[in-house]
């Protein structure tokens, strides 16, 4: 069975820091990671992991996959009010559509 | 872009009674549908997948006769909570593979409150 796991669970930090979160998998056949932000409603693409250790890159975040370890980290730079979501990852594998969401990182940006 | 149309986007209803949800793929086909439950601060929890002409698939612990779920068309899946309780008040969404970055079109929610 699937497995995905992200931490912090929630992280409060003040705006202008710079967040880590992380997101550990275990899936068979693994295809891609995909991030996703969601505030009130739907969530909204990120990026999408396919290779080791080449970083995406937009505007103030950034995601590496590492497929050795099983895992991924987003980064977030000079953080706003507006980065407050709950961040999520899924992993998905080649032969079955099925999207599994990890825990989620509720992230919380003080003025 | 490729967008599906989820309906209604909130809905309070008495409790006893039941619910039915839309989504709606415009512009393309979707022929898998994924239904999700999210409670307040949590991640989105995959209820069960649906695919066109056939019985849908829940995930484990999931009540199949209290979630039907309907696929009959390649543009329409449904959801129907029936005899709705309050604990079943949660935010529900779908998502369809699809021509969307990422590669999942996700519906716009609806926030079920049972009263």
């Known amino acids: 069975e699937d497995k995905v796991v992200q931490s912090p669970l929630s992280l409060v930090v003040h705006e202008g820091d710079t967040v880590t979160l992380n997101c550990s998998y275990e899936?068979?056949?693994?295809?891609?990671l995909l991030w996703y932000k969601q505030e009130k409603k739907a969530p909204t693409f990120l990026f999408m992991l396919t290779s080791s250790g080449i970083e995406k890159k937009s505007g103030r975040l950034s995601s590496i996959l590492d497929k050795k370890e099983l895992f991924s980290i987003l980064n977030i730079t000079a953080t706003q009010t507006g980065d407050s979501a709950i961040y999520l990852c899924?992993?998905?594998?080649?032969?079955?559509?099925?999207?599994?969401f990890g825990t989620g990182t509720r992230l919380t940006i003080i003025p | 872009g490729a967008v599906v149309s989820q309906h209604p986007s909130w809905v309070i209803c008495k409790s006893g009674t039941s619910v039915k949800i839309e989504c709606r793929s415009l512009d393309f086909q979707a022929t898998t549908m994924f239904w999700y439950r999210q409670f307040p601060k949590q991640s989105l929890m995959l209820m069960a997948t649906s695919n066109e002409g056939s019985k849908a698939t829940y995930e484990q612990g999931v009540e199949k006769d209290k979630f039907l779920i309907n696929h009959a068309s390649l543009t329409l899946s449904t959801l129907t909570v029936t005899s709705a309780h309050p604990e079943d008040s949660s935010f529900y969404i779908c998502?369809?593979?699809?021509?969307?970055?990422?590669?999942?079109?996700f519906g716009s929610g609806t926030r079920l409150t049972v009263v």
């Open positions: 998502s369809a593979p699809g021509p969307s970055p990422g590669g999942y079109t």
């Open positions: 899924a992993p998905t594998n080649f032969g079955n559509e099925k999207l599994t």
């Open positions: 899936v068979t056949n693994f295809r891609s």
